[in-house]
């Protein structure tokens, strides 16, 4: 297990930018594919994106595909989540989480360590 802290959410207008960064514990976050999730107001928590154990291959649901990055620094144990040209619907806590599955995963049952969460909010 790692012990995952997210940081970095806010309040920002539509059409601004954000940068989520997910602190990890532990010798061994180089292993994991790590990945994003989010959970808007009574909805069902939802995939975002994911990064392989290297940082060599990233995936994206469509509905950030073009506006988020995910990156990886296993140097500082830190995970980041650029996200751009943002949207009053990505309204959202931001959930980063661990996945064994070091080629990476969109599966939320895949995931065996999640951060608190960190809110962002887009205003119109």
């Known amino acids: 297990q790692v012990q995952l802290v997210e940081s970095g959410g806010g309040l920002v207008q539509a059409g601004g930018s954000l940068r989520l960064s997910c602190a990890a514990s532990?010798?061994?976050?180089?292993?994991?594919?790590m990945g994003w999730f989010r959970q808007a107001p009574g909805k069902e928590r939802e995939f975002v994106g994911y990064?392989?154990?290297?940082?060599?291959?990233?995936y994206y649901d469509n509905s950030v595909k073009g506006r988020f990055t995910i990156s990886r620094d296993n140097a500082k144990n830190t995970v980041y989540l650029q996200m751009n040209s943002l949207k009053p619907e990505d309204t959202a806590v931001y959930y980063c989480?661990?996945?064994?599955?070091?080629?990476?995963?969109?599966?939320?049952?895949?995931?065996?360590?999640w951060g608190q969460g960190t809110q962002v909010t887009v205003s119109s």
């Open positions: 990064i392989n154990w290297s940082g060599g291959s990233t």
């Open positions: 989480a661990a996945s064994s599955l070091r080629f990476g995963t969109a599966r939320y049952s895949d995931f065996g360590s």
């Open positions: 532990g010798r061994t976050f180089s292993t994991y594919s």
